[in-house]
């Protein structure tokens, strides 16, 4: 099992970026995949998430209206969407994965410590 995240880099404020997280050694339909972002000094946390089954999704208030969350189930990957970006958006972006525990399961209901599955996280620098 292997998540490998892309598309980070350096963008100016207002600016956009999307991120990528390929999959590779499970079939991303029966997962939850969440995105989290950790800053210097500061603890993970979530900032979205997709039932890859069902495609609810979940928004951190920080960046809900900013960013989507969506999936390509045929290419085993997900996308964020990263618009209107911040200098606060700066941090290490992971995905992660969670095996579903029903079909339409809310992947709300997963917290950091449920997801068993990482990346090993990309740059997100929000700069002038």
């Known amino acids: 099992v292997q998540l490998v995240e892309s598309g980070g880099g350096l963008v100016q404020p207002g600016g956009s970026l999307r991120l990528s997280c390929a999959a590779s050694?499970?079939?991303?339909?029966?997962?939850?995949i969440g995105w989290f972002r950790q800053a210097p000094g500061k603890e993970r946390e979530r900032v979205s998430c997709?039932?890859?089954?069902?495609?609810?999704?979940y928004y951190a208030d920080s960046v809900k209206g900013r960013f989507t969350i969506s999936r390509d189930n045929a290419k085993n990957t997900v996308y964020l969407q990263m618009n209107g970006l911040k200098p606060e958006d700066t941090a290490v972006y992971y995905c992660?994965?969670?095996?579903?525990?029903?079909?339409?399961?809310?992947?709300?209901?997963?917290?950091?410590?449920?997801?068993?599955?990482w990346g090993q996280g990309t740059q997100v620098t929000v700069s002038s």
């Open positions: 050694g499970f079939t991303m339909d029966y997962y939850a």
């Open positions: 992660a994965a969670e095996v579903l525990r029903t079909p339409y399961y809310d992947c709300s209901n997963y917290q950091l410590t449920d997801y068993d599955y």
């Open positions: 997709i039932n890859s089954n069902y495609g609810n999704t």
